[in-house]
């Protein structure tokens, strides 16, 4: 591991060139977005000639932001809320994985003047189950995931690549389960079923997102309390760091994972498309927390 730097980061440090690589996160809002620190720790650790933006294009304005800037120095973005399915559409080429989660997180402006689209969200899910619960594998059970959005989409894909055979969705919408379910290899679940959809599961994974506080009232069906082993629940929401979901769960007696290492594990593959290199080993986890959680320092 190289070096941390413990003072807060900013995308750059104003000494780019006039060839700095410049690559960015895209969405509506983008304010929360923690990528520009994540990308920008990785670029000052290695001291790229290179950018990362946060760019909220207003609700309208993604493709024509988009387009506007194929075939110039700019080197591709994350996309976040509401423009993955648009950025999936909006590309020349995707990856297989891209095509079978509906959406795009990423999109590579090539030297040649095309856009790739790509989906890692699944990779950074599974960089995340494989962190915080060692040992786990896809194969070691049944893996319910509920909801059934474009993150439930890309973790049936990415979980049936990585040896998953039973996989269930569980969705408030039974209809939108359906839809899923029809395109990917699981089976669909409404709320009132939950109890058949967490039968023997080993992993359960939260993909909706509608508890985003701390104090939100629970309202998503539960695993039951099981006496061996227990189940790996993960909730792919990183804020709050431990959901109420996993709250619950944890006083359940399962094994839980939380969101932030999915972003991390997101972004690895997407910075090595943009910068043309891999990130640095720093410890960017405490880097993020320290950045969600500041702790006031002395008065002036
Ligand atoms: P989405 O397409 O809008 O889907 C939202 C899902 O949540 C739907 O299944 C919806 O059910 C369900 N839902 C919403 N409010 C609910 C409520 N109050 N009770 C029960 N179900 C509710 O969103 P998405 O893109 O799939 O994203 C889902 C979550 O994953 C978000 O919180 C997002 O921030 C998170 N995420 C995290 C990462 C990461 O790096 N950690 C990456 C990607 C996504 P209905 O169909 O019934 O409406």
Redesign the pocket.
Known sequence: MTGARSEPLTAHEGLLSGEAMVAGVVGHPVRHSLSPRLHGAWIRALGLDAAYVPLDVGPHGFETVARALIGGSFRGMNVT?PF?EQALVLADAATDRARAAGAANVLVYRTDGTVLADNT?GE?LLYALRRQAPGWRADRGPVTVI??????RGAVAALSAAGATDIRIL???RA?ADALCALLPATAFGWDAAEAAFEGAGTVIN????Q?TADAPL??PLPPARAAGGVVVMD???KPLETPYLAACRALGHHTVD?LD??IG?AVPAFEAFFGVAPPEIPVRELLLAAMYPTKGPAP
Do not use: C, F, H, W
Request: aromatic residues 4%; hydrophobic residues 40%.
């Open positions: 809320l993955k969200d950074g909801g059934a959005g474009g993150a439930a969705n408030r919408t939108r993909a909706t997102s509608g985003l309202s998503l792919m929401v990183y969101g999915m972003l997101q």
